[in-house]
């Protein structure tokens, strides 16, 4: 079982910036950010394969955020930058615990953390 931990949420202001990293227990495949605004699901952000090769954005988040890892501290980050309220939301870091796969839906994600709130405020 893989531990997931997310910081780096707060308040920011619109057209800000805010980086969020995910810290992991153990080895980890491919990991992904969601998020979820109240009244809403969780939203696909970005993944990243377990090499870094295969990324792949969401459309709503696409041009403003960089998915990144560092395999030998466990740990992946978000850059998300030009922030609209519609970032508003508890932003989640999922892993995959088989190899090779690159998912882009909330059942491909095995390990979660508890999330991280960011809000986006005018």
């Known amino acids: 079982q893989v531990q997931l931990v997310e910081s780096g949420g707060g308040l920011v202001q619109v057209g800000g910036s805010l980086s969020l990293s995910c810290a992991a227990s153990?080895?980890?495949?491919?990991m992904a950010w969601f998020r979820q605004a109240p009244g809403k699901e969780r939203e696909f952000v970005a993944t990243?394969?377990?090499?870094?090769?295969?990324?792949y954005y969401g459309n709503s988040v696409k041009g403003r955020i960089t998915i990144s890892r560092d395999n030998n501290k466990n740990t992946m980050y978000l850059q998300m930058s030009s922030l609209k309220l519609d970032d508003t939301a508890v932003y989640f870091c999922?892993?995959?615990?088989?190899?090779?796969?690159?998912?882009?839906?909330?059942?491909?994600?095995?390990?979660w953390g508890q999330g991280t709130q960011v809000t986006v405020s005018s």
């Open positions: 153990g080895r980890t495949f491919t």
């Open positions: 990243i394969s377990s090499n870094g090769e295969r990324i």
């Open positions: 999922a892993a995959d615990r088989i190899p090779g796969r690159v998912g882009v839906t909330t059942a491909a994600y095995d390990y």
